[in-house]
Structures are given as C-alpha cells and as structure tokens.
C-alpha cells in the first residue's frame, strides 16, 4: 500500500448559503492518478480552489501528508490567464520556481537548470524566448506544465487541461500527463469532464454532485450505472 | 525665453536640472510601476491614490502653517503613511466586498478630494493651493534641499524594494492563483505593489500634481507594451520612454511660459503613445 498524501475529511463549502460541496471524503495516494468527474455546477473547481488552498472549507478539512500544502504544481484552465500579458516562455517557465526562493531574492542556477530540463522534458525549448501570447493552445498548455512541474515535483492539480484543444493536441497532452504519472511517478489530480478518455488513464475517480457519488478504484466505477448514464449523457450534449 | 538665456544664466540652470533630477526619478518609479499596476488591472489604483494624495496635500498645507517652513517642507512625508493607508484599504475593499476595483475607488477617492478641498478651503483659504496641487506647479520652482531629499529618500526605496521583489512580482502579476497555489504569499506581495503605488504618487505630488501622476504611471506602460512583448523588454522600456517624456516634458515648460510641469509630461507621453498606436509593432 502506497503512503497516502491528501486526506479529505467530510468537505462542506457554501455559497452564501448555497451548497456547492457536501460532505466529500477521500484520499490521494503517492503516484495516483485522480480524476474529479461532475457535471457544470457539480463542485469540481470549488473542491479544486480547496485543494489549491484557495479557500477554507466551512466544515470538514484537507489534510496534506508528507508534503506541504503549498508545493503543487497547479494548471489553470488557459482562459485564465490574460492573453495580451506580455512576457516570454522562459519568464512563464522560471516563475514556477519562485517557491523555492525561500528567503532569497534572485533565482539561482539550480533554478536556471530546473527550468531547462522542465522545457527540454515538455518538448518548448525552441521556444524559449517566444512570446507566450504568440503560442497556440497546445503549445500553452505544455508551458504551463513545465511551470507547473517546476514548482511542484509531487503533486499536480490539472483544472481542464485539454478544454478548447483540438483532438490530435488533446491526445498528445493526455499522453504527456500519463508519461509524468506513470513514468515520473507524480501524483496526478486531473478535473474533467470528459469520462470517457479519463477512464483510460486514471486509476481513480472521484465523481461529484455536490456530494461524492463515487469514489474509488476506475475499474469499479466503469461497472456502475453512474458511468454509463454520464457517458451516454455527455455524448449527446458534446456531438 | 530661449535655450542661449536658460544655459547662460546659472540660477535658471540650477533650477533646470533639480527639476530633471526630480523629475527623472519620478518617472522611473512611474514607469516600473506603471507595468505592474496595468497588467493587474489596478490602473485605477494609481488615480484613486492620486486624489488621496490631494487630501493629504491639503493636512500638509496645514502642518506647513503649523509648524513654520522649516519643518513644513518635509511635509510631504506626512503624505506617506495616509497614502499608503489608503491604497491598503482599496486593495482590502476590492477583495472582501467584492465591489468591482473601480467603485471601490470611486469611494474612496473622491471622500478625499472633497475632504482636501474643504480642509483648502477653510484651513489655507488659499485656493492656488488646490490649483497646483492637483495640476502641479505652475512654473518650475528650485527644487528645495528638503524636495530633494525627500524625493530621493522615496526613490531609493521603491527602487529597492522593486529590484528585490522583482521575480515575486511578476509571479503575482501574471498568475496570482497558480502563485498562492505554490506557496507565494500573494496577497503580502499585492501590498507591497500598493505601497510602492503609495510611495510613487506622494513622490510626484508636488511637482507634476495629485491628477497627473496616474498619467505617468498608466502611459509609458501602455506604450512600451506597444513594443516589446516580453516582461522584462516591457519594464526597460516603460523607464526609458518615461524618462525620455519627463525630460522632453520639462523642457517645454522650461521654453513655453506659463506651461505647467505634470501636463507638459503628461501630453508628451499622450503623443508619444498615440505615436506607437499608430507604427506598432508587427505582431507576428
């Protein structure tokens, strides 16, 4: 059995009296992959602002183990970030270093050498000194990992991280996630909607509706009346 | 007047330079600011503390009738904590209340402007007071032993503090979640930025007004991203467009009688702006 690294005890959070999460348990073992499945309005990105920190419950707690809460490699969806921000690759990459300034001011050649080899792993170290608003979406989205993996070597929170990629780039993106947990041994939370291609990768799935319906193994939740009804669901929202 | 009398005649020329001198730092804190508090959408920021600035101008005034000359020509300083109080309390009303920036501003800032202007009014009974202390100084006055000091005081410490958070301003600029999310104490840094913000317009209150000084933080960022399109490129930009605008800008107030200081800038920068709008950079 694997060390256990996130413990999510009974989790309530509300909106100005409206809930958003109920009562959610589960846990993240070291080399997981996770994936929160739900529908819009489900309480995925409220359980993801509480995971990131970003937020306190109102009951219930998160606890982190063997890691601190603040070493996560987080990857926000790309509309988050403005698309006219100027600055290049290199300075998105290098700021996923900054937790490890410590008390420092400047960023060290350790720092400069993580940043390389995060760039060289991701396949953007062409683009190094690309404007980051010049890129296409894939392209984005590989920078941001690389930012992501600088700042955390253990845990990853992905929030929707193929949404607005076309399927050949969404294919490839998911094999790179898959490369880092499998052979990198990074715990992976990933946030979808997508079941059916996250059944592929991930060992776990927790799916919410504002409680946790299910949580457990992904093989188990194939079997469930749950994943069928979402498949066929999505199916004919999304085609 | 014309350049031969200005460089012949020693206290005009004395009186140039501590302007430049002043004026120059001034509008590299500005300009390094200015990246900052546009990319963050806190250009109001800037105006708001403006007009706080002008509130405080006018307790200044007061102390500097208190307290005689002498100690009143430091009375800048007494800005600084008022200042940097009230661009705490917006960033804090901006984030709790979830009032859009803008109204939080609005608020706080014309409390102030109306505050200032009765405090003027009855106080000083002086109204050229207000006049230059929202447009700034009307002619180019020799920047006193204490302005200078006092400017130089404040430069140093928004340099300072800017070159050593550099990396974590940036980090809180671009992405404050994925920041707060890796450990960054991203709402200290966010006050840090206001502070400095703070530090910024009480340095160039007197000299180019409380109303002016938003210009020189917003325009010479918006025209350096115009530009250049990292980062970095755009912040060394910002300083030396800034700078550029500020000497040209004294320099016509200097040549043109009667054209004040903070607007002279400000309309170089306009142009400058309008100029990059117009020949900008290829996008590919």
């Known amino acids: ?239 | 007047m014309n350049i031969t009398e200005i460089f012949s005649n020693s206290i005009i020329l004395s009186m140039f330079a501590g302007s430049l001198f002043i004026g120059l730092l001034i509008s590299v804190c500005a300009s390094l600011l200015g990246v900052t508090l546009v990319l963050k959408k806190y250009s109001m920021l800037g105006d708001g503390l403006a007009h706080i600035g002008f509130g405080s101008m006018a307790i200044a005034a007061i102390c500097e009738k208190l307290f005689g000359e002498k100690l009143g020509a430091y009375s800048l300083l007494i800005s600084v904590p008022i200042v940097i109080a009230a661009a705490i309390l917006i960033l804090k009303l901006d984030e709790k209340n979830g009032l859009k920036g803008d109204s939080a501003v609005a608020i706080v800032s014309t409390s102030a402007l109306a505050v200032g202007y009765v405090i003027f009014q009855y106080a000083t009974g002086n109204t050229t007071d207000v006049c230059s202390s929202m447009f700034g100084s009307a002619s180019l006055l020799t920047p006193s032993a204490a302005d200078i000091v006092t400017t130089v005081l404040l430069a140093a410490s928004v340099l300072i503090i800017f070159i050593f958070y550099y990396n974590r301003i940036f980090a809180v600029t671009f992405d404050e979640t994925f920041s707060k999310a890796s450990g960054i104490k991203t709402d200290r840094f966010k006050t840090v930025i206001a502070i400095l913000a703070a530090l910024t317009v009480v340095m160039g209150m007197k000299m180019l007004g409380a109303v002016m000084i938003s210009g020189l933080i917003v325009f010479p960022a918006l025209t350096a991203m115009r530009i250049c399109s990292t980062f970095k490129r755009v912040i060394i930009a910002s300083v030396i467009i800034s700078s550029f605008c500020t000497v040209t800008g004294i320099l016509i107030s200097f040549l043109v009688s009667g054209m004040p200081i903070g607007p002279s800038v400000v309309l170089v920068n306009l142009v400058l702006y309008l100029f990059f709008s117009v020949f900008r950079k290829d996008k590919s």
């Open chain 1, 1 to 239: 059995m694997k060390n256990e690294i996130i413990v999510c005890r009974n989790v309530s959070y509300s909106y100005g009296g409206k809930a958003a999460l109920k009562d959610v348990s589960f846990t993240v073992n070291e080399g997981d992959y996770l994936c929160i499945l739900g529908e819009n309005g489900s309480g995925k990105s409220t359980l993801a602002k509480i995971l990131l920190n970003l937020i306190k419950p109102d009951s219930g707690s998160v606890e982190y183990k063997e890691m601190k809460n603040t070493e996560i490699g987080y990857l926000p969806q790309t509309s988050f970030i403005d698309p006219d921000f100027p600055a290049s690759v290199y300075e998105v990459i290098l700021h996923g270093r900054c937790n490890k300034l410590g008390k420092g001011f400047f960023y060290s050649s350790a720092d400069k050498a993580a940043v390389d080899e995060k760039m060289k792993l991701l396949d953007v170290a062409k683009l190094k000194n690309k404007s980051f608003t010049s890129l296409s979406g894939g392209q984005k989205q590989r920078v941001l990992l690389a930012r992501a993996l600088c700042a955390s070597e253990k845990l990853l929170i992905l929030d929707e991280p193929v949404s607005g990629l076309d399927p050949i780039v969404t294919a490839e993106m998911y094999d790179v996630i898959d490369k880092l947990n499998k052979d990198g041994g990074i715990t992976v939370i990933m946030i979808s909607h997508d079941t059916k291609t996250v059944a592929k990768y991930a060992n776990k799935i927790l799916h919410l509706n504002k409680t946790a319906e299910f949580f457990g193994d992904t093989e188990e939740y194939e079997k469930t009346e749950l994943y069928h009804h979402f498949l066929g669901g999505c199916g004919h929202e999304h085609h």
